[in-house]
């Protein structure tokens, strides 16, 4: 009995003088994530929303497919419009679709085709456009891409040309989309917070596209979703003509399978992302 109320002791004794270290631990780390997650805005001034669009290293720098291609970008053109900031409440949880409940919307209302590709692997993401908006957290981001009326890309939405090679043999690519999507993203997820606006600052937005979602990833485990859902380059090296493959939507429809085509017409509507942050999309 003695030694049962000895053990006893020993275990409250810590709790008398403070709370054991591994659950000290673990209130601090909830207390950290509680305060990032903070999003209390104090200041009522306006700031400065910036909105920047990334391809990520596999457009600047090129990437393997996952059919052991090495893929690499001159142009990629992609032409966006109507895109709009929300804060939104409750937030925006693409997954379920729909249209964000917004308390707060600002629109970029500038039309824009710009070039994903463009500059190296140093190169900052592309800042599209900045305007003067209320503070707080804007956690949904929506966007269209019509085809452009003008430009480079003039009749497509999506422009991507560069150049194949594996083993010894080169293909040359431009894949021309004529497909009109619209995404409707929820909260930027990556290594930093995004759209969280405190008056009289800046913050920045980032609508993400994902081309490894066409090419998929030789880095990757081939049984990995990003691989068995994606076409891979050979279907596309595959259809070409003296070393060149030059495709609109008609032509793909003409020259892949019909369960290829079927395969990339299904990968379109997910380019669209905020970071690694999924999208809703309309076709």
């Known amino acids: ?15 008398l003088l403070g ?9 601090q780390t909830q207390t950290t994530q509680t305060n990032t997650n903070s999003t209390e805005i104090n200041d009522q001034t306006p700031g400065t929303l910036k909105l920047r669009a990334n391809g990520e290293d596999f457009v600047r720098k090129g990437f393997v497919t996952k059919d052991g291609w090495k893929v690499t970008f001159d142009r990629v053109y992609v032409n966006l419009a109507e895109v709009t900031a929300y804060q939104t409440d409750p937030p925006y949880k693409a997954e379920t679709g729909g249209k964000p409940e917004a308390t707060e919307k600002v629109i970029f209302a500038q039309t824009k085709t710009v070039d994903l590709a463009e500059g190296d692997e140093t190169a900052e993401t592309i ?14 981001l929506s966007w269209k891409m019509p085809k452009a009326t003008d430009g480079p890309a003039k009749g497509y939405s999506v422009l991507m040309s560069g150049t194949g090679t594996k083993d010894g043999q080169s293909i040359l690519f431009t894949i021309k989309i004529d497909q009109e999507l619209e995404f409707t993203c ?9 759209g969280i606006l405190q008056g009289g600052e800046t913050a920045e937005l980032e609508a993400t596209f994902h081309f490894d979602h066409i090419f998929g990833d030789n880095s990757t485990a081939p049984d990995e979703e990003i691989n068995t859902g994606a076409l891979g380059f050979s279907p596309f090296a595959a259809i070409a003509t003296a070393g060149k493959v030059e495709v609109d939507m ?21 380019l669209g992302h905020v970071g690694e942050g999924h999208c809703h999309s309309l076709k």
């Open 250 to 270: 008609a032509t793909l429809k003409d020259k892949l399978s019909p369960n290829d085509y079927q395969k990339f017409m299904g990968i379109l509507p997910s």
């Open 19 to 27: 709370m054991p270290a591994v659950l000290l631990s673990s209130c």
């Open 127 to 140: 800042l599209l456009s900045e305007i003067s908006a209320p503070p707080g957290h804007y956690n949904a």
């Open 1 to 15: 009995m003695k030694m049962k109320i000895a053990k006893q002791l020993l275990i409250l004794f810590p709790l």
């Open 186 to 194: 929820g909260d930027f997820v990556g290594d930093e917070r995004k």
